[in-house]
């Protein structure tokens, strides 16, 4: 059963304009939420993070909405580069004892920007 | 700098033989560790988590082993690989709520 769900597997858009990546969970345990980066062949890099206790956080072009209601988040990127196609992966996590925080990963959205 | 490194960056080996997977971690003590898996077409999954030397937590049932003989060091092992362990092998550390990975390594077994 998967507990976070990115349901667009790809995403294109044009340079310049926005790119709205979209994330599902079902877990109500869950309390911190995250979005990495991805490049073939590379690690994860870290993008941003939002705690349950907000709806929105910014960093730059980047914009993370979380809407608790729906267990619904999203990540904007205004504008987008080219630089920026790689694959998005939201995660979640939840205290799971102590001070370990265990992610749960979506399946990944493949952004493409396009000059 | 807490900088994760990962040895090796890629690996081809036959089914059957034995793995060993080597995490290192720089800049920091006593970090919790963990090991994940991206394979084909599929999100990252939680292999192993270890909160210090000698404490390791499995997430998934495999043939796959973890151990954590020092403080910043976090290996996985195999005694016999599967085609079905073939696949993108990450490890991370834990910074207070988020998790920051090493650069990977890409296993194909054949």
């Known amino acids: 059963d998967q507990q976070v769900k990115q349901n667009s597997p790809s995403l294109s858009v044009q340079e310049g304009r926005i790119s709205i990546l979209n994330c599902d969970y079902t877990?109500?345990?869950?309390?911190?939420f995250l979005w990495y980066k991805k490049y073939p062949a590379e690690g994860p890099t870290f993008l941003i993070s939002?705690?349950?206790?907000?709806d929105k956080n910014e960093d730059g072009r980047f914009t993370v909405f979380l809407n608790k209601s729906a267990k619904h988040l999203s990540l904007h990127i205004v504008p987008s580069q080219p630089g920026d196609s790689a694959v998005y992966f939201c995660?979640?996590?939840?205290?799971?004892?102590?001070?370990?925080?265990?992610?749960?990963f979506g399946k990944g959205t493949l952004l493409t920007v396009n000059p | 700098s807490q900088t994760i490194h990962q040895w090796p960056a890629t690996l081809v080996q036959p089914v059957g033989s034995p793995l060993s997977l080597e995490c290192t971690v720089e800049?920091?003590?006593?970090?919790?560790l963990y090991w994940y898996r991206q394979a084909a077409g599929r999100g990252l999954q939680l292999l192993f988590y270890?909160?210090?030397?000698?404490?390791i937590s499995s997430e998934v049932p495999q043939n796959l082993s973890a151990s954590r003989p020092q403080d910043r060091q976090f290996i996985l092992s195999s005694k016999k690989l599967l085609l079905s362990d073939s696949g993108f092998y990450l490890c991370?550390?834990?910074?207070?709520?988020?998790?920051?990975f090493g650069p990977g390594t890409r296993l194909t077994v054949l």
């Open positions: 877990n109500s345990m869950f309390d911190y």
């Open positions: 939002i705690s349950s206790i907000k």
């Open positions: 270890s909160v210090g030397i000698g404490q």
């Open positions: 991370a550390r834990q910074t207070y709520n988020e998790q920051f």
């Open positions: 800049g920091t003590s006593n970090p919790n």
């Open positions: 995660a979640a996590s939840a205290l799971s004892g102590g001070s370990n925080y265990k992610l749960t």
